[in-house]
């Protein structure tokens, strides 16, 4: 995520030009996110592009879910998702599995979904980096478990079996 401002269509008075004040540098974060397709609980975390920032992520996930016989996550095929540290954990750790989608099909991905909710929030929004990252909390904050379900649209999801769009509370 792009912690400068996202310019998308706005209006100015005709004679003028928009000004947005940029450092020159695009400061990025990473965001890693999952979303508890039973209940909508919504994890997620700010870190760096990296395998070893992916496993501490796959560790929270875990933490979260004691008790679960098997926690599966949906990824999409980036480098950091086969990366030999998460290999490696991933073979200490039996009731982690990872599912990967198809290539170039992000649409498909119920949490590319969320991403893009996050995206339209924040777009037009001039504010400094450290503004930028608290409206990435507030926007998780505000935003309840049905709301995360509603965004992430699983009923529509080729991952998911065809009655899910019927029972996927009554298994919460």
Avoid at 19 to 32: D, E, I, M
Avoid at 157 to 165: D, H, I, K, T
């Amino acid at each position: 995520m792009h912690l400068l401002p996202h310019i998308r269509a706005s209006w100015i008075p005709r004679g003028t030009r928009q000004q947005v004040a940029t450092p020159g540098k695009n400061r990025q974060v990473t965001l890693f996110g999952a979303l508890e397709m039973a209940t909508g609980t919504w994890h997620y975390t700010l870190g760096r592009r990296s395998a070893a920032a992916f496993v501490v992520f796959l560790q929270m996930l875990l933490a979260a879910h004691p008790t679960a016989p098997v926690v599966a996550v949906l990824c999409d095929n980036d480098s950091i998702h086969h990366a030999k540290a998460v290999t490696a954990y991933l073979a200490g750790h039996p009731r982690l599995r990872l599912l990967f989608g198809a290539r170039y099909s992000s649409h498909d991905n119920p949490v590319e979904r969320i991403w893009a909710a996050l995206k339209a929030h924040l777009a037009n929004t001039a504010v400094t980096w450290p503004g930028r990252l608290r409206q990435v909390h507030a926007f998780f904050r505000q935003r309840s478990p049905t709301q995360m379900l509603t965004t992430a649209a699983p009923w529509s999801s080729p991952w998911l079996p065809r009655n899910y769009a019927q029972n996927f509370r009554s298994s919460a």
